[in-house]
């Protein structure tokens, strides 16, 4: 029962950030309270209606990339442990028992409780994976708390930088930013082929 109370909430608060998602955005645009853009940013990487990485973009040409970055960095960290959390005290026994029935899915589920701090930022810094996805995996495998929390926090600041910053140059440049994304997505490319080819290597 506590299960679907859970499930119930996410559902309804998925449904109020889709229908009025434009206008808290908006509403980003508008006010310079640190908290409650650190709780919109939150609930935007909770409820991801919107590409995580256009909110960091419009937080940085509203606001700057420190401050940006900032808020965009605490609010989805803080949006992560409650994924993880949910996963690990509420919904593990059941996800973990479909994960062990997916067969191409146990070599790198025994790799990752190998290595998790490695594994959870190796995936942070891919831009392929949904973050989400690496809170709930992480949640329902045998990743201890700290070093979940830990290789998340410098996991994401790459990408958290780079978008703000890009988003902070949108208004004197639209070119320059549009280097900075090709650039970072560059080196990303290459970070997934060294870490495929590792992958491999070790299985």
């Known amino acids: 029962m506590q299960k679907w109370f859970w499930l119930l909430l996410y559902v309804l608060l998925a449904g109020v950030m889709f229908m009025y998602r434009y206008e808290l955005l908006e509403w980003t645009d508008s006010h310079q309270s640190i908290p409650m853009l650190i709780v919109i940013a939150m609930l935007f990487a909770l409820v991801p209606v919107i590409p995580y990485k256009f909110v960091i973009a419009a937080l940085g040409y509203s606001y700057g990339t420190t401050m940006a970055a900032w808020v965009s960095w605490s609010g989805t960290t803080l949006a992560a442990l409650l994924v993880y959390a949910g996963a690990r005290y509420v919904f593990r026994a059941q996800a973990r028992s479909y994960l062990d029935r997916i067969r191409g899915l146990n070599r790198f589920t025994s790799w990752m409780e190998a290595h998790p701090f490695m594994g959870v930022m190796t995936l942070r810094l891919l831009p392929i994976v ?57 080196f990303m490319t290459v970070i997934l082929l060294v870490f495929r080819f590792r992958s491999r290597k070790k299985v």
């Open 130 to 186: 949904p973050q989400t996805a690496v809170n709930i995996y992480a949640g329902i495998t045998y990743t201890p708390f700290w070093t979940f929390m830990i290789a998340t926090a410098i996991g994401k600041m790459p990408a958290i930088f780079v978008f703000a910053y890009a988003g902070a140059q949108a208004s004197e440049s639209i070119w320059l930013s549009l280097l900075v994304l090709g650039v970072y997505l560059l």
